[in-house]
């Protein structure tokens, strides 16, 4: 007997269940427990199960056990797939396509130009010697230990990712400041994209996409890391001093000059911390995506694990750090060259 | 005031806020109070029936304490805030018809708008923001920049144009808001207790600064402030507002001389009367003086100027002079009564209706 056989006996379902709950085979623990100490054993209502499906499933075969719910998500997902992507295929083309050239280019720039290219962005972002001391040093580093073409590898995505992420974020962010109705469906989305653990955006996208494709991992990665710059635009255009915003309206402009003269600007030290901190999270996603085939120092990090190579984990998740902090650094001085412009 | 040219004109002007403003407005109408109003229905009465006329080319000045309904007054001018009922009349139009487009027109030709925080925008340079009108109508800055670089010059900020507005002191930017609202060349300007931030020193500055512009130049000023000295010091027209009703309006030296309520009464008794009133206000008009006369004083001469001139002697009489001619004759006896506050006005209806 189960324990719930009462629900479905009270509710009349008992023919819906089929034959008797008990020759449904031996599905649960304590069924083949109770067979193998010989006899039905009397349970104590100290041990009544949680009425889980599979509790349920004991009780009346006809309901289903957890697993076919999951199996059913698969199987859904599966039957949608073929038509999700005539959709999804065309639309994410361009990333692959994006990813592919910036691949090749970062790698097929020598490195005698590449890096005083990279020293160059470095001046102009930020105006700091120091900090173009900072790219030097690093890049030369990573150069010098044989990591130079995975460390532009990893450029390469980081750049086109990010890119993306500005280009797609920063509008999402206005749509979202400028309604509250966006801003109340959206938040919720954001917040799952942020807190879903990274691997499950993976599962879905190899079903979807071939591995060998670039836009697997470059889709994981801006779902990842679009985040922060859509929260920081709404957020920066919202903080936009009202006494400004009615000055705009008493002079006659439009909500368009408003938008372009007026919030972006005044929120741009915003949304560029927002950039910040989205270069940020591709760098950590970067690491992840490599294992659906993303090149760069991602492999030798995951290399390292696989196959328990220390030496090369370290360097290599080394290598990463200092990226990081070569991003980070410009980013935040180009972000400091804003706020000094504007401070009030 | 009856012969001056009307500009603005504010007819039964209502706002309610609150959710459901409409039917609390019959409420209002019916006459009940701002306070029964908020806790009955949980509406609040901003502006209870408005008429305001301002003349063309005169400073008016509207005056309250805070919560008395005059920086909602004064954004019922341009239409930042939407009245629940009443009529707003410019150059005769009445611009609760316009459209978006006519209203942005009004806001870009017709009024501009001076702020108590000057709200500059922080990312453009002084002479960016002065020009902030023609650059709203789409012109580019080597257009206006002249245009612009004569009124920061004219308000005292040459060869400062390329300056941002955070390396400026308080005084310095609302000076960029006075040049940025002139440089649009229109005609009215709404003042949103411009001065107000601004400590003493530098906010005398600027009133000086205000009436120089405002002899020079005759637009039509609306002056919202909460300061009875800096009303009188700049008003034609003074508008007093209590919640949300006007009190008493009129030429300042008559409020002054015939408060209409206690209320009003409070309000001016203790400021210095004889900086304020004028020798017009408390001479007796006479066609022909004869008589030991001590001299000649102006009729808009200040008491104050008198007295220093009497040296505290109030045995002597003085001719009031106007252009010239001769229109009265001011005892000191009698301008000394005038500086202490008179009880209540007998005639309150008529000090109201002389406004």
Known sequence: MATYDFIFDGLGLRNWCGSSADDGGMTSMAQLLAQTSGGDVEVSPWETPFPSMDALHDACPSFPQSRELTSGLEQGFLAIKDSLKVVVDPLTQPLSWALNEALWVMQAVPWFVMIPLLMLVAWAVSRQMKLVGLVVICFGFLGFVDYYTYTMQTLAIIFVCAVTCVLLGVPIGIAMSRSDRVQRIMIPILDMLQTLPPFVYLIPLIFLFSVTEPKLYGIAIILYAIVPVVRLTDLGIRLVDPDVIEAADAFGMTKRQKLFNVQIPLALPNIMAGVNQTIMMSLAMVVIASLVSAPGLGVLVLRGIRSLELGVGLLSGLGIVLLAIILDRVTKAALARINVSQSR | MTDTEIKISIRSLYKVFGDDPLPALQYV??????????????HVLGLNDINVDVPAGKTTVIMGLSGSGKSTLIRHLNRLIEPTAGEVLVNGDNILDYSEAQLRELRKHTMSMVF???????????????GLAPSVGGQKERQYADEARKWLDRVGLQGQGEQYPHQMSGGMQQRVGIARALTSNSDIMLMDEAFSALDPLIRTDMQGLLIELQAELQ?????????????????????????????????????LLNPATPYIKDFVSDINRARVLRVRSVMTKA?????????????????????ALSEGDTSLSYR???DGKLVGVLDMRKLVRALVPVEQSDDPENARLSG
């Open chain 2, 29 to 42: 109408k019916g006459g009940l109070s701002k306070a029964d109003l908020l806790e009955t229905h949980n």
């Open chain 2, 116 to 130: 108590q925080k000057f709200a500059l925008l922080p990312h453009r340079t002084v002479l960016q923001n002065a």
């Open chain 2, 219 to 255: 637009k039509t000023v609306v002056f919202i402030t909460h300061d009875l000295d800096e009303a009188l010091k700049l008003a034609d027209h003074l508008v007093i507002l209590k919640d949300g009703s006007v009190v008493q309006q009129g030429e300042p030296q008559y409020i």
């Open chain 2, 287 to 307: 066609p022909d003086a004869t008589g030991e006369r001590a001299g000649e004083i102006d009729h808009d001469d200040t008491l104050e100027s008198v007295i």
């Open chain 2, 320 to 322: 009031v002079m106007k």
